[in-house]
């Protein structure tokens, strides 16, 4: 069952195919200071319900990761990158990492959160 999140505007609004099994808090710089709770997906199982106009995007670094934010209220919506998972980006299978804490009628607290250590890993 599909799972609707929205910013705290309501301008950018984004749903995906189904509740994530658990979501990840990330130490990096930039997902600290964003309090974001990771959940990711294929990018067939995300789908972006409004206008793409409503999303501005932050390029960090490498420039590698597309970091979007709500272009209103500046709430950190969602990421578009390559597969990290073995360390090295995959490109042939991209993520799309959504900030889980966005999801609308969802329990975040049912879901176990692991934790990635992104402050000493990059």
């Known amino acids: 069952m599909p799972i609707e999140a929205s910013c705290h505007c309501g301008e950018t ?10 979501v990840t808090r990330c130490t990096c710089s930039l997902c600290a ?8 997906y294929t990018p067939a199982q995300f789908r972006l319900l409004s206008p793409p106009e409503s999303v ?11 970091h979007h934010f709500c272009a209103s209220c500046g709430c950190g919506t969602f990421s ?11 490109f042939d299978n991209p993520k799309v990492a959504v900030n889980a804490r966005l999801f ?8 176990p959160v692991n934790m990635i250590d992104g ?3 990059w």
């Open 13 to 22: 609004v984004f749903e995906v195919t189904e509740a994530p099994a658990s």
């Open 33 to 40: 200071k964003r309090g974001a709770l990771w959940a990711y």
């Open 56 to 66: 501005a995007t932050y390029l960090w670094g490498s420039r590698t990761v597309k």
């Open 80 to 90: 578009e990158s390559p597969d990290w998972s073995t360390g090295k980006p995959d």
């Open 104 to 111: 609308d009628d969802f329990d975040l607290d049912a879901v």
């Open 119 to 121: 402050r000493n890993l």
